[in-house]
């Protein structure tokens, strides 16, 4: 099994920065790639942005040009930079991994509240 826990969320005004973390345990050679994840209230959860095991990455058009995802995988540890921030931006932030042989993404961290005032 693998635990997720994220770190790093909090209230900023529009255009400033956060620094999100999602410390990963347990049985940490089922990881493949990690994904963040976001859920504003009354919305459905989207996904944010995608990082593989080797480092390349993917974003939302929403995000990109503002966020930055990275992994250390020496630490066990993945990061979604944010800059820029929006109102919109306003959403509880999930991390998720993907299990390396079923290929789903079954593990889950219990979120962060980010909320950017205007």
């Known amino acids: 099994q693998v635990q997720l826990a994220e770190s790093g969320g909090g209230l900023v005004q529009a255009g400033g920065s956060l620094r999100l973390s999602c410390a990963a345990s347990g049985s940490i050679f089922s990881i493949n790639a990690m994904r963040w994840y976001r859920q504003a209230p009354g919305k459905q959860r989207e996904w944010v942005a995608r990082?593989?095991?080797?480092?390349?990455?993917n974003y939302a058009d929403s995000v990109k040009g503002r966020f930055t995802i990275s992994r250390d995988n020496a630490k066990n540890t993945m990061y979604l930079q944010m800059n820029s921030l929006k109102p919109e931006d306003t959403a509880v932030y999930y991390c998720?991994?993907?299990?390396?042989?079923?290929?789903?993404?079954?593990?889950w961290g219990q979120g962060t509240q980010v909320t950017v005032s205007s």
């Open positions: 998720a991994a993907q299990n390396r042989e079923a290929g789903v993404y079954e593990y």
């Open positions: 990082i593989s095991n080797s480092g390349s990455t």
